[in-house]
Antibody, heavy 125, light 107 residues
Framework: EMQLVESGGGLVQPGRSLRLSCAASGFTFHEYTMHWVRQVPGKGLEWVSDISWNSDRTGYADSVKGRFTISRDNAKNSLYLQMNSLRPDDTALYYCVKDLFPVHPGAPTGAFDIWGQGTMVTVSS | EIVLTQSPGTLSLSPGEGATLSCRAS???????LAWYQQKPGQAPRLLIYGASSRAPGIPDRFRGSGSGTDFTLTIRRLEPEDFAVYYC????????FGGGTKVEIK
């Protein structure tokens, strides 16, 4: 069974940092682009960041660019999100998400077939 | 950034009825890279449709996606009790953006 399990969320003061982790299992992790998506409870979904299978390409939403850094360790089947200079509007449930298609020339990236259960980040003084 | 506008915001229907959900993009979605997700309270979203009209594995055929360019539709034929949820569209042709969602509630 394909599974993603996030950890690392919690309550943090504005301006501080937090590192989220995601453990993947049940699929060949290094074959897929991976993403973080967040959701304010009761609100909509926002794509945050993605990373290619070999880490040579990363992407960020404008709202987090320059503050968040995505990374992965294929040997450990793990995805990470380093969040610096956190702001109250970063408060959300953060999901680790897997691309539908494995990496392949011409294959699209960005349809998400496997989601973790999410880890809650609350930024407040 | 491509903005996706979903309508209506809320759809009140009875089990057995059909539902039509709309997703309109502010500019053309490249290669119809448009997905639909279902989200129930306390759960992560679930992929229903990708590529505008392809059903994800395990999704019942009462869910049908259609459209191209800037106008896309999710049709649910004969609503089952488990279909009452929030539905989001998402484009992945130019960066990635989500619509604001349509809630399908029991009338």
């Amino acid at each position: 069974e394909m599974q993603l399990v996030e950890s690392g969320g919690g309550l943090v003061q504005p301006g501080r940092s937090l590192r989220l982790s995601c453990a993947a299992s049940g699929f060949t992790f290094h074959e897929y682009t991976m993403h973080w998506v967040r959701q304010v409870p009761g609100k909509g979904l926002e794509w945050v960041s993605d990373i290619s299978w070999n880490s040579d390409r990363t992407g960020y939403a404008d709202s987090v660019k320059g503050r968040f850094t995505i990374s992965r360790d294929n040997a450990k089947n793990s995805l990470y999100l380093q969040m610096n200079s956190l702001r109250p509007d970063d408060t959300a449930l953060y999901y680790c998400v897997k691309d539908l298609f494995p990496v392949h020339p011409g294959a699209p990236t960005g349809a998400f077939d496997i989601w973790g259960q999410g880890t809650m980040v609350t930024v407040s003084s | 950034e491509i903005v996706l506008t979903q309508s209506p915001g809320t759809l009140s229907l009875s089990p057995g009825e059909g539902a039509t959900l709309s997703c309109r993009a502010s500019q053309s979605v490249r290669s119809s890279y448009l997905a639909w997700y279902q989200q129930k309270p306390g759960q992560a979203p679930r992929l229903l449709i990708y590529g505008a009209s392809s059903r994800a594995p395990g999704i019942p055929d009462r869910f049908r996606g259609s459209g191209s360019g800037t106008d896309f539709t999710l049709t649910i034929r004969r609503l089952e009790p488990e279909d009452f949820a929030v539905y989001y569209c998402q484009q992945y042709g130019t960066s990635l953006t989500f619509g604001g969602g349509t809630k399908v509630e029991i009338k």
